[in-house]
């Protein structure tokens, strides 16, 4: 595991690469656990990298915050669902079918 190998080697170049990499799952890459049941922070926190340490751990922070102001921003969000919404289906055939649903809330 890459981000685990580079967190007990102190690497912190490699460990930002590899959370930042666009295509890649990002901050998920501090949750998986090796055989054994470590995580990349646990594996910093072991050979006593306070470097890679704050780095992650601000990392996670950062991921938190973001989670907090989306669910805030959704639960003050008003959804205007009492127009009807018209949507397109496409099979494996590439056969379009049509499909209305009518509205009727006016918030969720």
């Given at each position: 595991?890459?981000l685990?190998?580079?967190?007990?080697?102190?690497?912190l170049?490699?460990?930002?690469k590899?959370?930042?990499?666009?295509?890649?799952p990002g901050?998920?890459l501090?949750?998986?656990?090796?055989?054994?049941?470590?995580?990349p922070?646990?594996?910093?926190e072991?050979?006593?990298w306070d470097e890679g340490v704050?780095?992650?751990?601000k990392?996670?922070n950062l991921?938190?915050?973001?989670?907090?102001?989306?669910k805030e921003i959704a639960r003050n969000?008003?959804?205007?669902?009492?127009?009807?919404?018209e949507?397109?289906?496409q099979?494996?055939?590439r056969?379009i079918?049509?499909?209305?649903?009518s509205?009727?809330l006016?918030?969720l």
């Open positions: 595991m890459p685990h190998w580079a967190a007990l080697n102190k690497h170049a490699i460990v930002q590899l959370i930042e990499y666009p295509a890649g901050v998920d501090i949750n998986i656990k090796t055989k054994v049941g470590h995580m922070l646990g594996e910093a072991l050979t006593e704050t780095w992650l751990v990392m996670i991921e938190a915050e973001d989670s907090k102001e989306e969000e008003v959804v205007n669902m009492s127009q009807d919404i949507v397109e289906i099979d494996a055939d056969q079918a049509k499909i209305t649903i509205g009727g006016s918030k």
